[in-house]
């Protein structure tokens, strides 16, 4: 079945910009999402791509997707201590009604 | 709109015991999902509904049981609770794009 990995942790310095990656298993994935989990909170969604884009920029959000590698990655430009926080990469495949999630990858941003 | 709201927000249990965990969400969304999350391994779906009165299995469907009487709720029952239940309960529903999450439920099994 359909797997997703990300690495679990990354340190940043206040300023600079975070890149998060992951890779997925299904290339006939739809829909490529990024979540965001503060402590103690629930997923806030945060964007997501569809499978037939290679690039999609929000604000200091940018996402590239590299099909061929089935490699997604979360761009986060400045990156502010209110980044801090645990980033999930999922997949969906249409008709499956199921969303598949990475392990997370818990964002350090150090002042 | 309040989007997706869960009852309770924590709860101890004692091994055997039951209980239901609500989550509501009035966004009109057909599906709706049951997940529960620990340390180091994501989000693991347990039950999932594509409308109301339809209910299927997720990963780790054991020992829960689900509920989808009315579409704005879905119930997460757990018949005879075991410390291997202790996590964190999230809810999330859907209107086939993306997902919309509720704030969790820490349950803790003793």
């Known amino acids: 079945g359909e797997d997703v990995e990300q690495s679990l942790f990354l340190s940043v310095r206040e300023g600079d910009s975070s890149v998060i990656n992951c890779t997925y298993t299904?290339?006939?994935?739809?829909?490529l999402y990024w979540y965001k989990q503060e402590p103690g909170a629930g997923l806030q969604l945060l964007t997501y791509?569809?499978?037939?884009?290679d690039m999609k920029q929000d604000q200091r959000l940018t996402v590239l997707l590299n099909k061929k590698d089935k490699h997604l990655s979360l761009r986060i430009a400045d990156t502010q201590t209110g980044d801090s926080a645990i980033y999930f990469c999922?997949?969906?495949?249409?008709?499956?009604?199921?969303?598949?999630f990475g392990t997370g990858t818990r964002l350090k941003v150090l002042a | 709109n309040a989007g997706v709201t869960q009852t309770p927000k924590f709860r101890v249990l004692k091994t055997g015991q039951s209980m239901t965990l609500l989550c509501a969400q009035d966004?009109?969304?057909?599906?709706m999902y049951w997940y529960r999350q620990d340390p180091g391994m994501g989000l693991r779906l347990i039950h999932y509904?594509?409308?109301?009165?339809?209910?299927a299995k997720g990963e780790v469907p054991d020992g829960y049981n689900v509920s989808r009487l009315k579409k704005q709720n879905f119930l997460l029952g757990l018949e005879s609770a075991a410390p291997s239940q202790t996590s964190v309960y999230f809810c999330?529903?859907?209107?086939?794009?993306?997902?919309?999450f509720g704030p969790g439920t820490r349950l803790l099994v003793l």
């Open positions: 999330a529903s859907s209107y086939g794009l993306a997902q919309y």
């Open positions: 299904d290339s006939s994935s739809t829909y």
């Open positions: 791509i569809f499978s037939n884009m």
């Open positions: 999922a997949a969906y495949k249409e008709g499956t009604y199921k969303y598949i």
């Open positions: 966004m009109n969304h057909e599906y």
């Open positions: 509904s594509v409308g109301e009165g339809t209910t």
